[in-house]
C-alpha cells in the first residue's frame, strides 16, 4: 500500500514507478491540503529550517547556439540586448566564489552558454575552476550543456558536486520551447552524469504556456530517475524582451507553491532548489514555498544575467526563518555506476 508521500506505508522506500495521473491528482489537491502533506514529508527527511544558500555565476555569457524560447543568451534571439562575453580566467571566478561564501553561500554554480562541452583549453579552465572552488571548502555545480563520459569522468575527479542540465518541461510540450536538442539528448547527457558519480542536480521551468499536466508529465520523468535528482530546481519563467516567450505574463506565485510541493511529495529526500522567478516573490509567497517543501535558494542578485532578490532582503528573510545553513548531506552519493532512467 502506497502513501500520498511517494513511500510503502511499510517500508517507506521512495517511489520511482509514479504515474503522470497521480502527480496531476497531487498538484490538483485543495492548496492548504497538499502544502500540509508536503511539509509532513518534508519533515520526515530533511532539517525543517535548514535552508542552503548557492550562487550562480555565468562564466561565458551569450552566443549560446541552442533556441531555448526562454534564454536571452541563445544566439538565435537577435533582439535581446546582450553582449557576447569570452569564458572567464579561473582565479577571477575562484574569487568571485571566495566573496560568495563571506556572504554566506555554500554552493557554487558555474554556467557556460555551450551547446555540449568540447575539449581543450576552455574546459580545462573549467576543471580549474571547479577544483578552485571545492578548496574553498564549497560544493561546486556547473551547467556546461552536452557531455562524453571522459568529460564527466575528468569532471569527477576534479571534485565536481553536481552536473546542472534541466528537463525544462515535459516531453509533451518540449518540442515547442526546443527545437536544437531532444529530449533524449538530455536524458542521455543525464545517464552520462550519473555513471560517474556525480549528483545530478535536474528540475525544469513553468510559466512557459504549458498545461498542469505538462509540469506532472516533467516530475513524473524527473521521479522515475533511481536513484532520484539529489537536486530539483524549481524555475518560474523570467520573460525577457527578444526572446519568444519575452511577452508571457508571470506565474501566479501560487503556482509555484504548487509546483515545490508536488516535487516535494514526490521526490522526498532530493533538495528542492526555488531558483529563478523568486525575485517577484513576496516574502510571504517564498515562506509558503520553503514550508510546501523547498530548502535551497539562489542566493546574489543575479541568475546568470537575469535579476534575483537583493541580498539584503534574503538575509532580512532568512532571519525571520530562523534558518540554519543546509546542504545535500540529507542523502548520500549516487552510487558510481548508477542509471540515470525514467520510470
Request: charged fraction near 20%.
Amino acid at each position: 500500500m502506497t502513501a500520498a508521500d511517494g513511500t510503502s506505508r511499510q517500508d517507506s522506500t521512495t517511489r520511482h514507478d509514479w504515474t503522470t495521473d497521480e502527480i496531476l491528482a497531487l498538484h490538483e489537491l485543495p492548496l492548504l491540503e497538499l502544502v500540509g502533506r508536503a511539509n509532513a514529508v518534508h519533515r520526515r527527511h530533511h532539517d525543517p529550517n535548514a535552508v542552503q544558500r548557492a550562487s550562480l555565476l555565468s562564466i561565458k555569457t551569450g552566443g549560446c547556439p541552442e533556441d531555448c524560447a526562454y534564454c536571452p543568451q541563445s544566439a538565435f534571439h537577435r533582439e535581446v540586448e546582450l553582449s557576447r562575453d569570452r569564458l572567464m580566467d579561473p582565479d577571477s571566478v575562484v574569487a568571485l566564489a571566495a566573496t560568495a561564501k563571506a556572504a554566506g553561500a555554500e554552493r557554487f554554480c558555474m554556467g557556460a552558454a555551450w551547446r555540449q562541452v568540447r575539449d581543450g583549453r576552455e574546459f580545462d579552465a573549467v576543471l580549474a575552476m571547479v577544483r578552485g572552488v571545492r578548496a574553498l571548502g564549497m560544493e561546486a555545480c556547473v551547467t556546461l550543456g552536452m557531455l562524453q563520459p571522459h568529460q564527466a569522468r575528468r569532471l569527477a575527479e576534479a571534485g565536481l558536486t553536481a552536473y546542472n542540465h534541466n528537463l525544462d518541461t515535459s516531453p509533451e510540450y518540449y518540442p515547442s520551447i526546443i527545437t536544437t536538442r531532444t529530449y533524449e539528448d538530455r536524458l542521455k547527457t543525464l545517464a552520462t552524469v550519473r555513471a560517474e558519480g556525480i549528483a545530478l542536480c535536474c528540475g525544469g521551468i513553468i510559466g512557459m504556456g504549458e498545461t498542469a499536466r505538462d509540469r506532472a508529465s516533467m516530475l513524473q520523468v524527473l521521479a522515475g530517475f533511481a536513484p532520484h535528482p539529489e537536486s530539483v530546481p524549481i524555475n518560474a519563467l523570467v520573460p525577457v524582451p527578444g526572446t519568444p516567450l519575452g511577452k508571457r505574463r508571470r506565474i501566479d506565485p501560487l503556482e509555484l507553491v504548487r509546483m515545490v510541493a508536488t516535487a516535494r511529495l514526490t521526490m522526498p529526500r532530493s533538495i528542492v532548489r526555488l531558483s529563478a522567478g523568486r525575485a517577484n516573490l513576496n516574502r510571504e509567497a517564498q515562506i509558503l514555498c520553503f514550508v510546501a517543501g523547498a530548502n535551497s535558494m539562489f542566493y546574489g542578485e543575479t541568475l546568470l544575467i537575469t535579476p534575483n532578490a537583493d541580498t539584503g532582503e534574503d538575509a532580512a528573510l532568512l532571519q525571520a526563518l530562523g534558518a540554519r545553513p543546509g546542504g545535500d548531506g540529507a542523502r548520500p552519493a549516487p552510487p558510481a555506476h548508477a542509471e540515470a532512467r525514467a520510470g
